[in-house]
């Protein structure tokens, strides 16, 4: 396990390098810079550069990470999987690919309220809807913030809550962060 942690660590390390590299020449984004806003997404929901760079970040360390699961982890793994979770009836669905997509290119996500999409889902036998360990890539932007699970606002599904305990609760397993600069935080 310390091996594994160690490379998927390294995945996140990499990715914040050399988009840092690609977009600043090598630097990290200033504070500055991470709140550039960048466009409107179809929402009205403003997009800043912050954003723009974790996706890019995450894409990296995703790809970094099936490398390594696919090498290290024996049992299955969910990468990007969405789940719809229903907290008060404990119940807990996939989201398919199609169905996920389908709403993203009406350009307005809010059908997708109520659900979670966890970075990697580490399963511990053929059960995709339970976890033996939940990971979330975290690239704060400017790198001096601390890495944080998002908090839920009042007009969510999960109000009140962190994601950290929304993907513990409807997974069942532990969550961690994975940031370049700390590594694994619970």
Not at 15 to 27: H, I, K, M, P, S
Not at 167 to 175: F, K, R, V
Request: hydrophobic share 35%.
């Amino acid at each position: 396990m310390a091996d594994l942690e160690d490379r998927l660590w390294e995945c996140a390390r990499r990715a914040e390098q050399q988009v840092n590299a690609a977009f600043f020449g090598g630097r990290a984004p200033t504070r500055q810079e991470c709140g550039q806003e960048v466009e409107v997404d179809g929402c009205g929901v403003v997009v800043t550069r912050a954003m723009r760079l974790g996706q890019r970040k995450h894409m990296l360390a995703l790809q970094c990470a099936r490398e390594v699961l696919e090498h290290l982890w024996p049992a299955p793994f969910s990468i990007e999987q969405r789940y719809r979770f229903y907290p008060h009836a404990r119940l807990l669905e996939t989201v398919s690919r199609e169905e996920e997509a389908r709403l993203v290119a009406q350009g307005c996500t809010r059908e997708l309220w109520r659900t979670i999409k966890p970075d990697i889902v580490l399963h511990g036998d053929s059960n995709l809807l339970t976890s033996v360990l939940t990971l979330d890539f975290k690239f704060p932007c400017p790198d001096t913030n601390v890495p944080r699970w998002t908090s839920y606002g009042e007009k969510s599904a999960y109000a009140g809550s962190s994601q950290g305990r929304v993907y513990n609760e409807a997974l069942q397993g532990e969550a961690f962060m994975v940031s370049p600069r700390l590594g694994f935080i619970p």
